[in-house]
């Protein structure tokens, strides 16, 4: 039955016309009887894309394996079901003064989606990603067994399920070690720059000096002001809140619009506003962790304000070398289209290698932009930005993707075949068959001809 229930965020996408609960799943695995391509997990749905997204099969709900299993207060270790949420786990650990060391820009993912995606966030350059704090997880797989996994027990499989993007079974539950903090507050330093040559030489500085370092691009100026933005960076405060607030705003869009509602002349003015309320705080302030890490957060279903017809996230990553010429060319391309993109994030990714066998971030700077979707025209833009990526050395972030060509995805991970390889065959998303499966059918052509 289609609901509205298992969509993907980006809402470009049609929602998954079947889904199971985990139970069903579950039992369906353990007897063998899991059909090849017919499961994949299915988190909280903030995945952009397709990843997230079965239509030849059925989509797992997850959400009902919601238990924190064990904490230890002393290392920081925290056990739970793959189904429990990070604004739950950040709750229960506050006390504690622990917090997730890597987080994205929603707590509102599950803890398998977070592994299965290898999330990262504002801190990168110190903590790399999501995967880089997993301990173990256990691993459910179509031939009934329940493998523990870790880096060095099924390493194969830890390593293929980290950023795996849920294709190698169902993640039951997984430990992950937290990071302890001072508080839960964070002292914010907003830094203006006046282009993007400015930035480039404040990133790493910033980078060296805070924990969190993240910048908002002004991506509808153009002329003098191209690339102008506020420089984010951030610390834990010393003395601060040990109580996690409620997970949330209290505002919401409680009915999709039938127009695309951020249209330029609200883009203009928001940037404008964005510009004046960060930008004037001339010295660091202490603000919560909710506005600092989730600031969408705090408006439910804000998706929605693109209308019927959804958006579209590019997120791609360059490296330093060719930064300085890529990021540059990324904006006047959405420029030059005429295409504004909501809010634009620049980051610099460090050099910590995560454990997964396919993992979005790399060394060097990563520009996310959202699109609402004009059909062909945004179409047409997202392989521009796709072609200036790859042609930069870089990569396009999948879990961000709903429509990139196979050939875009195999330069951006040319190790997707040993993914293939670990793949359980009772598991697909719509990526990965208009991906990496449409890549192995043409090598196994290429194969049978030689």
């Known amino acids: 039955m289609v609901t509205e229930r298992f969509r993907s965020f980006g809402l470009a996408t049609p929602p998954a016309p079947r889904a199971i609960d985990a139970d069903g799943a579950i039992a369906l695995l353990k007897g063998g009887q899991a059909k090849p391509g017919s499961l994949l997990a299915y988190g909280n749905g903030r995945s952009y894309g397709d990843s997230c997204q079965n239509g030849a099969g059925a989509v797992v709900d997850m959400r009902s394996l919601n238990r924190i299993r064990a904490f230890n207060a002393e290392t920081g270790v925290l056990e739970a079901d793959a189904g429990v949420l990070l604004s739950d786990i950040i709750a229960y650990a506050a006390p504690y003064s622990f917090f997730p060391a890597v987080v994205p820009g929603t707590q509102f993912v599950t803890l398998g989606g977070a592994i299965a995606n290898d999330v990262h966030g504002k801190n990168h350059h110190r903590r790399g990603t999501f995967g880089c704090h997993v301990e173990s997880f256990t691993l459910l797989r179509s031939d009934g067994k329940t493998h523990r996994c870790s880096a060095s ?37 907003a830094t203006p720059f006046r282009d993007l040559s400015e930035f480039f030489e404040l990133a790493e500085a910033a980078d060296q000096a805070n924990e969190y370092a993240v910048a908002w691009i002004d991506q509808l100026a153009g002329g003098r002001n191209s690339g102008r933005g506020l420089l984010l960076s951030g610390n834990q405060a010393e003395h601060g809140s040990h109580a996690a607030s409620r997970a949330g705003g209290n505002f919401s869009v409680p009915v999709q619009p039938p127009f695309n509602v951020l249209n330029r002349p609200f883009l203009t003015a928001f940037n404008a506003a964005y510009r004046w309320k ?13 506005g600092f890490f989730f600031p969408l957060d705090g408006v439910r279903d804000w998706n929605r304000l693109y209308g019927p017809k959804g958006l579209f996230q590019h997120q791609s990553v360059v490296p330093e070398e060719t930064a300085r010429e890529a990021v540059p060319a990324l ?18 990714f460090g050099s910590i290698r995560s454990p997964a066998l396919l993992s979005f971030p790399r060394p060097g700077y990563t520009l996310t932009l959202d699109f ?23 990569a396009v972030n999948p879990y961000k993707d709903a429509r990139m060509g196979a050939d875009i995805f195999a330069s951006s991970f040319p190790e997707w075949p040993r993914l293939e390889a670990l793949r359980d065959p009772a598991f697909m998303s719509d990526f990965w068959a208009r991906t990496a499966r449409k890549l192995d059918m043409r090598r196994g052509v290429v194969e049978a001809a030689e």
Do not use: C, W
């Open 278 to 290: 960060k930008g004037r705080a001339a010295v660091p302030r202490q603000v919560g962790y909710q």
């Open 331 to 348: 904006l006047a391309a959405a420029r030059q289209a005429g295409q504004g993109s909501f809010l634009t994030v620049l980051k610099r």
């Open 372 to 394: 609402p979707n004009r059909g062909a025209p945004t179409q047409a833009l997202l392989r521009e930005l796709d072609r200036i990526t790859v042609e930069a050395g870089g």
């Open 153 to 189: 027990v099924n390493a194969r499989l830890f390593a293929a399920t980290i950023g795996g993007m849920g294709l190698t079974g169902i993640i039951l539950s997984a430990s992950i070690r937290l990071m302890r903090v001072h508080s839960l507050d964070i002292v914010e330093q």
